[in-house]
């Protein structure tokens, strides 16, 4: 019954989640923020997935107030098409590998991934996640090997660690952050820093909402001292403050 209960949270960890009981007050928040966000504030209604998916969202109309994407890049495309106020860099982050306990492929290396028949999860091209291992392993010259290995390529980063700490593959990118929920079932394999793509989470102020009062007071929580001892005590890198 037990493992019953830790495979139904871990999975758990692979779905878009709405959390809070913020009424009208919706934060959209990249996955890899769902354990910090609601410690910063847990007023506000959360929605976490891959933000990729929560811009296209905005772009249909979405009723949120606060973006926070794990890339610059959806943000300031949003800020340009005039749907988001000026972003702010918030936090910054690292890659990682992790791989099952029992490491059942024997890696211990990144360069380990490219052995034939070892089962990588990455994100996809569209995700944040993905596109920072892609350019990891272009930066490792490993790119044709590691993908030949790919067997899965998942919507947000929750969904790789959930099949990796299930033993569903043998190893997968992650952020450093996501690594901790899950530091009983899974094993880390280090990067070399030298190869780390630089990693900034950017939030903004959707335009079309009303509640901008709530908005710009949310993104002073997550920047201000308390915020952001909170991003470092989760394991997040701190921009310098301006």
């Not at 009208?24 to 929605?47: C, G, H, M, Q």
């Not at 995700?127 to 390529?153: C, E, F, K, M, W």
């Amino acid at each position: 019954m037990r493992a019953l209960a830790v495979l139904f949270a871990l999975v758990a960890l692979a779905l878009p989640s709405a959390t809070g009981a913020g009424g009208n007050f919706t934060v959209f928040a990249a996955a890899s923020l769902t354990e910090v966000f609601p410690r910063i504030d847990k007023t506000p209604r959360y929605s976490f997935a891959g933000s990729d998916q929560l811009a296209l969202q905005i772009r249909q109309g979405a009723p949120v107030d606060v973006y926070a994407a794990a890339s610059p890049k959806y943000p300031q495309l949003l800020y340009h098409d005039g749907l988001v106020k000026k972003p702010v860099t918030f936090a910054t982050n690292k890659l990682i590998v992790i791989i099952p306990k029992s490491n059942p492929a024997q890696l211990h290396t990144i360069y380990d991934l490219r052995r034939p028949r070892v089962k990588v999860v990455i994100g996809d091209p569209g995700v944040p996640i993905g596109s920072y291992t892609r350019q990891l392993l272009d930066t490792l010259g490993i790119t044709a090997a590691v993908t030949h290995n790919v067997v899965s390529q998942e919507t947000d980063v929750k969904g790789i660690v959930a099949k990796v700490a299930l033993g569903e593959a043998d190893a997968g990118f992650v952020y450093v952050t996501d690594a901790r929920p899950v530091a009983s079932k899974v094993t880390k394999v280090q990067i070399p820093d030298w190869a780390q793509p630089s990693i900034r989470y950017q939030l903004a102020v959707v335009s079309s909402m009303a509640r901008r009062v709530e908005a710009r007071a949310f993104i002073r929580k997550v920047t201000s001292k308390r915020g952001r001892l909170l991003l470092k005590c989760a394991g997040f890198g701190l921009p310098k403050q301006h």
